[in-house]
T-cell receptor, first 111, second 114 residues
Framework: SQTIHQWPATLVQPVGSPLSLECTVE??????LYWYRQAAGRGLQLLFY??????ISSEVPQNLSASRPQDRQFILSSKKLLLSDSGFYLC??????????FGQGTRLTVV | KQEVTQIPAALSVPEGENLVLNCSFT??????LQWFRQDPGKGLTSLLL?????REQTSGRLNASLDKSSGRSTLYIAASQPGDSATYLC?????????????FGKGTLLTVNP
């Protein structure tokens, strides 16, 4: 069966520090991968999505970037975090007719 | 650009009541539509998935319908329970020009009072 792993679960980082969040999927090949951010009390904002290795689509201009170095690996990064980067980050994958599945999320607090 | 709207934004009902949550989308070129549940501080749990060729799906006390031509879906919850309290999110996966983009509504916050 397919599983999605996202880590870490929580993260506290100082302003100006780098960020790397990793998401991996098991049990499927060539998934479509997504990064979302959910600010406190707000909806899900699509940040990036990828339909293949090295193919990244960015939805909103921001302080973040994404990479897909392997088929089932999706990484969210920042060189210098801002206070406004705080939020709940969710990784998801979709595959054909079985719909979308989400990781457990990373709660990032920038201090 | 696909836009997904959910109405109402919040709903409070007494236990045992049947209720309907609404979702609408602007671009009917969708691959499928999915309803999720999110508990506070948690990730998303998939409830029901409706393929674009289907009209409805059922799971226990939940029934979701899809009218692709009018860009609407409803989630019906029968005999609501306090444990149903959560935020319910509707999402569509685009086809055609917006291939594979997974777009969410802002959700409906449901509170079921004992």
């Amino acid at each position: 069966s397919q599983t999605i792993h996202q880590w870490p679960a929580t993260l506290v980082q100082p302003v100006g520090s780098p960020l790397s969040l990793e998401c991996t999927v098991e049990g499927t090949s060539n998934p479509n991968l997504y990064w979302y951010r959910q600010a406190a009390g707000r909806g899900l904002q699509l940040l990036f999505y990828s339909v293949g290795i090295g193919q990244i689509s960015s939805e909103v201009p921001q302080n973040l970037s994404a990479s897909r170095p392997q088929d089932r690996q999706f990484i969210l990064s920042s060189k210098k975090l801002l206070l406004s980067d705080s939020g709940f980050y969710l990784c998801a994958w979709t595959g054909g007719t079985i719909g979308a599945f989400f990781g457990q999320g990373t709660r990032l607090t920038v201090v | 650009k696909q836009e997904v709207t959910q109405i109402p934004a919040a709903l409070s009902v007494p236990e045992g009541e049947n209720l309907v949550l609404n979702c609408s989308f602007t671009d009917s070129a969708i691959y499928n539509l999915q309803w999720f549940r999110q508990d506070p501080g948690k990730g998303l749990t998939s409830l029901l998935l409706i393929q674009s060729s289907q009209r409805e799906q059922t799971s226990g006390r939940l029934n979701a319908s899809l009218d692709k031509s009018s860009g609407r879906s409803t989630l019906y919850i029968a005999a609501s329970q306090p444990g149903d309290s959560a935020t319910y999110l509707c999402a569509v996966i685009g086809s055609g020009g917006s291939n594979y983009k997974l777009t969410f509504g802002k959700g409906t916050l449901l509170t079921v009072n004992p």
